[in-house]
């Protein structure tokens, strides 16, 4: 029963050893899982602000676009004016020629 009891301790010492060095494996692996966090934290710091700068270069680049559209927008608008400002004069400068020219028709 001695002996029992002797290779019993043997046992629970190697096995308190075991679980010793299990938790020393796992504090190191824990340590270094941390400084990868930190490590993937970084980088994902450093592409958010790459994200950041490319919204802010497409944003910039978006309005100029619009600025652009704008001005030619409104030179087309005056355009158009001056279209229906011409045909209206030539309609009134044709109403009064064929007022005031008399002609003939060569159809009669």
Avoid at 9 to 24: M, N
Avoid at 77 to 88: C, E, M, P, S, V
């Amino acid at each position: 029963m001695l002996d029992q009891s002797r290779e019993s301790e043997k046992q629970i010492l190697s096995l308190t050893k075991d679980v010793e060095h299990l938790q020393y494996v796992i504090n190191e692996l824990e340590k270094e899982n941390s400084e990868r966090l930190d490590e993937i934290k970084t980088i994902h710091i450093r592409i958010d602000q790459h994200l950041q700068t490319d919204l802010d270069f497409h944003d910039n680049v978006r309005k100029k676009i619009s600025d652009r559209f704008q001005i030619f927008d409104d030179r087309i608008r005056q355009l158009d004016r001056w279209k229906w400002a011409t045909w209206g004069a030539l309609i009134v400068i044709g109403a009064l020629c064929g007022y005031y020219v008399p002609f003939t028709l060569p159809f009669k």
